[in-house]
């Protein structure tokens, strides 16, 4: 069993595993960084699709941006930090849940300043408005010790190897009054290799213990979890107890969270709601204080999770997004903050689904590879890279998977372009052997318009109407065998080679030689119509009969041999095809009608008659040419006499 199953493999055209081939090849080679790095990309270009049909963000969520409008009504950036301890007094007031600084305040700037922003801090804290702010890693040494002081710990259940963690030996941290009356996060957020920031630490390593980044500890904070509840496995999720549920975030084993990037502050109603510093402080202090003005009413805040970043103009900490080649980036920090919110994770589409997928399109496509036309094999190709890229944006809108699109787009293209290339070199070989076929039968041009008509790498066992003729010399076996043959073989060359020349002038196919006699027929392969192809045939009779007569008096003025010809014409349905063994295959026809033309050129020198056609030919030529009868011929295998004519020249 196992024996014949192999012979039967070994028969398979190559092309069946060339499937497998090629998307094993642009599968492994999918691994590489230029390759991961076209991925994303293609990746970014479904997400700036994704934002026509996306739902609104979180409504937990709020910015707040320390813009050049606020340059204006307040003071250059950085700002004495009474300005930041006014905007926390006026958030508590607001009842926001959390303010997150993405801004490091690490050294003492102002002590008058730096005291009412740690006081009212801690203020805020105790009316439930609890604040944080950023930190970052760094190689300098620094006299600071992370964690040793306020509320701020680090993640005491981490299994995985947190060497591959991003994080140094040291960090700057907030100012001791702040760290003791707030929460703090690290903020590092390292740019890709081409400056897009699309994986996202969630913790990082300082020296030997791992503390949350800004945005892990935002979502901690919102939720009052401690961090001796939060469990981290490298490589599979960060675990903590929400409302008696466990809230799972993917990271892989370097901690490192997939963003699923959504809203950018374009502008739209459906983005985060966005404030500028210096208008919010103005117009919540207002409020607060009593004067309601003429202006809109203040923002509702309450319970709100909000995000405090910096765009000043040649100060800004931006950079490029999936959206935006300029982006304020606490906006990635509040665009992980509403994944998790919404459970709105990237969810990697499984190689066992999609690439069996792509391998069955791509069988799909060798079979139309082999059966059908070249148009549409192209059209398939085209029709597979858009079904490909629709299927990968449709599961990226609809569901945030990310199914990989440039080498599968890539193996089914390549496959498509060797299926291709196979089928025009076979087409042209078969062209190459059908040349090599017909190009003695044929003459130049006939040949050419064989080669363009369609079905003619096919001809097999199909009737037809055509138009036959024989011709044979009178009395060659008399004269061959007293003739030298160095004499004898090139008159005869001569003669056929003229004889043919007449054959190809008039359109018809050269079937073969029969000794000194010849065989043509009109409409086997192309054909004009039965009453064209007779006409052709006649006049290529009468060429044949004319040449003849100039070679004989040429012959005759040399001193050599003359010759003397009969013709035969018929027309009728026949059988054309190859036809033969499978050693050698002769392409020609066979019928009644053939052996009746046959017959006909035997009686020319019965009826001392060149060119003898039968009642077919008549039927159909009769106003073109000069046709004599000459009655009825008993016919071998023919119960009744066979009406037959002379055919005598063109009218």
Known sequence: MMKMAWIRAKKLPWIWFSPLLIYGFVFFAGHAEIIRQFEWHTLDWRTKLRTHFQPPPDPRIAIVIFDDDTENRIEPWPVDRKWHAAMVQVLALAQASVVSWDVILDSNRSPEGDSQLAAMAGAAGGAGTRVITAAVSTADQTDVVPGQEGPTKPLPKVAGDISKLLGEEHAIVPFSALCQSSWYGFADVPPGPDGMRREIPLMVRIGRQVYPSLSLQTLLVYFGVKVDDVLVRLGDAIYFPVAGQMRRVPISDE??????????????????????????LIGLNEHFQGNKGDGPPPPDLKGKIVFMGQAVTGKADVGPTPLSSLTPLVLIHANLVNNVLASDFVRPASPWLVWPL??????????????????????????????????ASLAWIAGSISVPLVMPVVGFAGLQFVVIGQRMLTERRGSEQVKRMFSSYLSPDLL??????????????????????????????????????DVLIPQLNEYLGAMVACIHANGGTLHKFIGDAVMAVWGDLISDGPVADANKACRAALAMKAHLDQLNAQWAAHGRHTLQMGVGLNHGNVIVGNIGSPARMEFTVIGDSVNLAARLEGLTKEYEATIIVGESIQGLVGGQFQIRSLGHAMIKGKAAGVPIFELCGEI
């Open 255 to 280: 901690g490192k969270y997939t963003l699923n990037y959504r809203y950018d502050h374009v502008g739209s109603p459906s983005d985060f709601p966005f404030f500028s510093y210096g208008a919010l």
């Open 358 to 391: 792509i391998i069955g399109l791509g069988y799909i496509g060798v079979w139309i590879g082999l059966r059908r036309s070249l148009v549409a094999i192209t059209l398939f190709t085209l029709a597979g890279v858009g079904c490909i890229v629709s299927a």
């Open 448 to 485: 050419k318009k064989v080669l363009h008509e369609k079905g003619v790498m096919t001809v097999g066992g199909e009737r037809k109407p055509v138009t036959i003729l024989f011709s044979d010399l009178r009395g060659f076996t008399t004269w061959s065998e007293k003739t030298r043959e």
